[in-house]
């Protein structure tokens, strides 16, 4: 990364005015951190709450969208608070990568809060699972627009305590006891991420990312750079469910509502994934090359311990928390390339985690409607769906094809472009893991189709418990329009794969040269 830093500061010396595109950055998180402040005083009126904040999030994603179009366009955007110069006062700054995850993300919130507006019980309602909700996805908006490291750091705690909110609402003994080991380990991660900052803090005097990449860029990556890398490698690959860090995922996501299972699979990891882009790309790059091999080991691990993982669960949720760890271990194969940064790997785990996004949230909504049609969760108790239900039973296998990265699905296209990045990197054994998580994930996943859909119904005794986790009644438009409409996307980003492609390659490159972020945040025009 070739940055001239003395043009650098002589055009930063004038800080150019906040104008009305910039401070649209701002908008989707206090929009929502007010949307969630209504919804809390709404909490007894029931169907109105549902109602707004389905519209409140309708008019975020719009927002998102806005600004993904902005950024395509016209490049980084950035909100000084205050008008404070960057890097002494807090900015939120919005590039390509930023911007995507945005956009994604606010669709499948969107997705899944009109899911809850049949799924959710009026007792939970009242309870607050939608101000729940709208603040866990302002903490995850934070997350995606924030321009310093300790802002992030505020965010991920906003969308902690509100997934934790969530997690636990209803108290059944197994959502407390879930809710407990996610809360712990994740607790664990704040505070290394904490202690990474503070430390990163007293090494360049400054959290500011952009200001970051900058400083590092000046540096060799000595040990006090690989310890902090390390460090943040950590908290991230925790938050992210990453080997040896992912007990808490199996243990946690079997146990809330499934729409609830759907937004935490969909994006609270996705987070921690960002945050490790975010971090190993852009703002400690030059330790990055020198830990490529632990990463290797990390996603390649990751990979397998998911997909055996999947193989044997014969427990529909449990399987599905395997199918998002085996998939945090495909996204980390892209980092584990010391080309990745800036190159095919990066923007294939960009791609990928784009794709994980919208079919792992998908095939939770899924999973309920199985759960409400046959009365379990077990595998054991489930049969014959698609002779009763071929049209959602279709839906459902696009999304197992798309989750094991078949052709000619959205998971395929990104796991070409790994795999072609570790052969062409020198990994051939990283290459083949990809290749046998693949074949081992396609296993479980028809396995699945074939218990569940394909094979007569069995005889079912006791259903498990699965009373309380019922699923809204069949053919309600709540439970099938999302549904259908997270199908649908990503069926097109499998069969016209070339706008998913450009875009992760724009944020790669975005990571990889960061020298547009670094003049748009410290004042000058881009």
Known sequence: MAIDTAALFETAQTFAPVTPADALVALPVALQLALAAILLLMRRQVRAQGRVAVAGLGLVFAIDLALLAQVLSGGPRVMAMGAWFPPFGIAFSLDVLGAVFLAVAGFVALACAIHATAAIPEAEKRGGFFPFLVLMMAGVSGAFLTGDLFNLYVWFEVLLIASFGLLALGSRPAQLDGALAYGILNLVATTLFLIATALLYGLFGTLN????????????ADGPVVALTVLFLAAFGMKAAAFPLNAWLPASYHTPRFVTSALFAGLLTKVGVYALIRVLGMVLAGAHGGLAPLIGWVAGLTMLVGALGALAQSDLRRLLGYVVIAGIGTIL?????????????????????????VVMAALYLAAGVVADRTGSSSLHEMGGLWKRH?????????????????????????????LR??????????????????????????????????????????AGGAEDFEAPPPGRWQTTL???????????????????????????????DPSAAIVRTLGATP
Do not use: C, N, Q
């Open 333 to 357: 194969a892209g980092l584990a390339l010391p080309v990745a940064v800036g190159g095919a790997g990066l923007a294939g785990s960009i791609a990928y985690a784009l794709h994980s996004i």
């Open 421 to 462: 990045a570790t052969i062409g990197g020198g990994e051939p054994v990283l290459a083949a893991v990809l290749l046998l998580s693949g074949l081992l994930l396609t296993i479980a996943t028809l396995r699945v189709f074939a218990l569940a859909f394909w094979r007569e119904a069995p005889g079912r005794g006791d």
């Open 209 to 220: 990312m952009a200001d970051l990449a900058r400083l590092a860029a000046l540096r060799d």
């Open 482 to 512: 999302p549904l259908a409409a997270l199908t649908a996307f990503a069926l097109a980003m499998g069969l016209y794969p070339e706008p998913l492609a450009h875009v992760a390659r724009l944020a790669a490159d975005g990571i990889a």
């Open 390 to 418: 071929p049209v959602f039973s279709g839906l459902v296998l696009v999304l197992f094809l798309a989750a094991s990265g078949l052709p000619p699905l959205s998971g395929f296209w990104p796991k070409l472009v790994l």
